[in-house]
Nanobody, 115 residues
Framework: QVQLVESGGGLVQAGESLRLSCAASRSIFNINAMNWYRQAPGKKRELVASITSRGSTTYADSVKGRFTISRDNAKNTVYLQMNSLKPEDTAVYYC?????????WGQGTQVTVSS
């Protein structure tokens, strides 16, 4: 099991940056995959970025070149650096961890981008 706590959300203007953090309650060294999802009002939750235990990363097409996922195993934390934010990035962002076949979620952090 693992508890996840997101932080770093807020209100920014288009073109600005934010860095989200996801702090885990245990070591993430051998967690298969750590992910960031987001859910905008009236829309389905979508996968934004993933990072494996080996450091391989994948991104949704809509954020490629703007967002960067990273992990600091020593701090048990995963980050999502978000640059050149757009109004369509407005959503609640959730951290997710996959341990074996079970998914764990944080409570989410709101990101609002004004035009």
């Amino acid at each position: 099991q693992v508890q996840l706590v997101e932080s770093g959300g807020g209100l920014v203007q288009a073109g600005e940056s934010l860095r989200l953090s996801c702090a885990a309650s245990r070591s993430i060294f051998n967690i298969n995959a750590m992910n960031w999802y987001r859910q905008a009002p009236g829309k389905k939750r979508e996968l934004v970025a993933s990072i494996t235990s080996r450091g391989s990363t994948t991104y949704a097409d809509s954020v490629k070149g703007r967002f960067t996922i990273s992990r600091d195993n020593a701090k048990n934390t995963v980050y999502l650096q978000m640059n050149s934010l757009k109004p369509e990035d407005t959503a609640v962002y959730y951290c997710n961890a996959i341990i074996v076949i079970t998914g764990y979620w944080g409570q989410g952090t709101q990101v609002t981008v004004s035009s």
